[in-house]
């Protein structure tokens, strides 16, 4: 156990629909970054937050976004929501967010029907 | 921005031989090279990391050698056994804000 958690493990839904992932970091940890998992790729980076702030953007789509609050868990919000979104959705978690060792939580599985 | 390329995508191994995996990077900036490991339905965990000031790291049966002139580094594990089965990544970062992943290399050690 890493010490991350996510929040719901599994989720399914409609397309054109709207969820909320939730992640609570380690104990600690101030920065939080959010991936994306497809069956046939690797992991694609979406998006980090800092002690509350946006510190870098990657492939992220419009459709989109992400919060950390200043108990320092993190939401990630996906509308719109089309097939090709169906995936495993990570969270990890690092002390400070440099160049340090991210800790993933468990993942929400995300199928989009 | 950052590519990471990884090699091979399947590995075989039979029990006890060593496997490499091969990773290269494009952005000479980029200083800090992780790897993970996902077991099927798991999430990824780190098992060793290299910052660029260094040339290789060991760690008990695994090692990571990085070649910043030609842009790449290599995970070695020795002796491997079958819990060594599992998907492996590797990744590259220069600030530590943004890292970029390889598409992974599935290794399977044959009893």
């Known amino acids: 156990d890493s010490g991350v958690t996510q929040t719901p493990k599994h989720l399914i839904t409609a397309t054109g629909q709207r969820v909320t992932l939730r992640c609570s970091p380690r104990s600690g940890d101030l920065s939080v970054y959010w991936y994306q998992q497809s069956l046939d790729q690797g992991l694609q980076f979406l998006i980090q937050?800092?002690?509350?702030?946006?510190?870098a953007k990657g492939n992220i789509l419009e459709r989109f976004s992400a919060q950390q609050f200043p108990d320092l868990h993190s939401e990630l919000n996906l509308s719109s929501l089309e097939l090709g979104d169906s995936a495993l959705y990570f969270c990890a978690s690092s002390v400070g967010g440099k160049r340090e060792t991210q800790y993933f939580g468990p993942g929400t599985r995300l199928l989009v029907l | 921005g950052e590519n990471v390329e990884q090699h091979p995508s399947t590995l075989s191994v039979q029990e006890g031989d060593s496997a490499v995996i091969k990773c290269t990077y494009s952005d000479s900036a980029s200083n800090y090279f992780p790897w993970y490991k996902q077991e099927l339905g798991k999430r990824p965990q780190l098992i060793i990391d290299?910052?660029?000031?260094?040339g290789e790291k060991k760690d008990q049966r695994i090692a990571v050698t990085l070649n910043k002139t030609a842009k790449h580094f290599s995970l070695h594990i020795t002796e491997t056994q079958p819990e060594d089965s599992a998907v492996y990544f590797c990744?590259?970062?220069?600030?530590?804000?943004?890292?970029?992943f390889g598409t992974g290399t599935s290794l399977t050690v044959i009893p």
């Open positions: 290299i910052r660029s000031n260094v």
């Open positions: 937050y800092y002690n509350g702030e946006e510190r």
């Open positions: 990744a590259a970062s220069d600030t530590g804000n943004q890292f970029y």
